[in-house]
């Protein structure tokens, strides 16, 4: 069993930057890959960043060169800087655990809100 623990949402304007953090624990095999998950009023979930314990990547288009993913293996942490953030990006972000990348998340946090004003 995993629990993630999300911190760091908020309200930002367009342009800003906003940092998420997520600290899991339980079983460190079921968490071999970390990230984020979005959902937008009216839509989908969708796959923001994940991140590997060997430090492999994987970023949504919409996202990709104005977030960054890291993770402290140790600590068993991912943190999601995000930069340039625009309106678009307003959603709540759940934290997500699983043991492969390149599939379904397993395990999910409660999610912390963003919304980034025009």
């Known amino acids: 069993q995993v629990q993630l623990v999300e911190s760091g949402g908020g309200l930002v304007q367009a342009g800003g930057s906003l940092t998420l953090s997520c600290a899991a624990s339980?079983?460190?095999?079921?968490?071999?890959?970390l990230g984020w998950y979005r959902q937008a009023p009216g839509n989908q979930r969708e796959l923001v960043a994940v991140?590997?314990?060997?430090?492999?990547?994987n970023y949504a288009d919409s996202v990709r060169g104005r977030f960054t993913i890291s993770r402290d293996n140790v600590k068993n942490t991912v943190t999601l800087q995000m930069n340039s953030l625009k309106p678009e990006d307003t959603a709540v972000y759940y934290c997500?655990?699983?043991?492969?990348?390149?599939?379904?998340?397993?395990?999910w946090g409660q999610g912390t809100q963003v919304t980034v004003s025009s």
């Open positions: 997500v655990a699983k043991r492969w990348m390149g599939r379904d998340p397993e395990y």
């Open positions: 339980g079983s460190v095999f079921r968490t071999n890959v």
């Open positions: 991140i590997s314990s060997g430090g492999s990547t």
